[in-house]
């Protein structure tokens, strides 16, 4: 059995891995990055660490995240399509990423294979995983390492692509 916590865009319920979770937060104050796309939410600071944190709800429909009572930043352990190392070999720890998620404030806890293929490419938006039928309809699970095109994946952690780290 696997925990999850759910969330929804819009009508729609999706969930993450409880295991790639570090850390939820109420919705922060956030520094913009000039450049981003418009679903990079902007740049927190935790633990004395920066920390980008990316809007779901604008990534997924161009609509940020209503800033209501349900609304969080969750931090997530983020390590990309590769494993998110740096590029020289070794096994980097993950980079924490935000999420900017509405309703955030249920869990589920179930068999993760009652998640099944949607069988439906999903494109661009490649972070969709399987979906899974109960009560609230149709939960489609959400791919930590898949939330970041290579593009933005450098802006946000240059470090990781071989860029220099000031």
């Known amino acids: 059995m696997k925990l999850f916590l759910l969330f929804r865009i819009g ?14 937060l109420p919705l922060t104050a956030l520094k913009q990055i000039p450049g981003a796309p418009g679903w990079v939410a902007g740049l927190m600071v935790r633990h004395g660490k920066p920390v980008p944190v990316i809007d779901i709800a604008a990534l997924a429909t161009g609509t940020p995240v209503v800033p209501r009572t349900s609304s969080r930043t969750v ?56 979906v899974r039928h109960d009560t609230r309809g149709l939960v489609q699970w959400i791919t930590v390492s898949a939330l970041l095109p290579d593009d933005v994946r450098a802006l946000l952690f240059p470090e990781d692509a071989g860029g220099v780290h000031a």
């Open 11 to 24: 009508c729609d319920h999706y969930a993450l891995d409880a295991a790639e979770i570090a850390e939820v």
């Open 75 to 130: 931090l997530v352990h983020y390590r990309g399509q590769d494993g998110g190392g740096p590029n020289d070999g070794s096994e980097a720890a993950p980079r924490l990423l935000g999420l900017r998620l509405e309703f955030a404030t249920e869990t589920l806890r179930c068999d993760e294979q009652s998640f099944v293929d949607g069988g439906i490419d999903p494109g661009t938006a490649r972070y969709l995983g399987p």
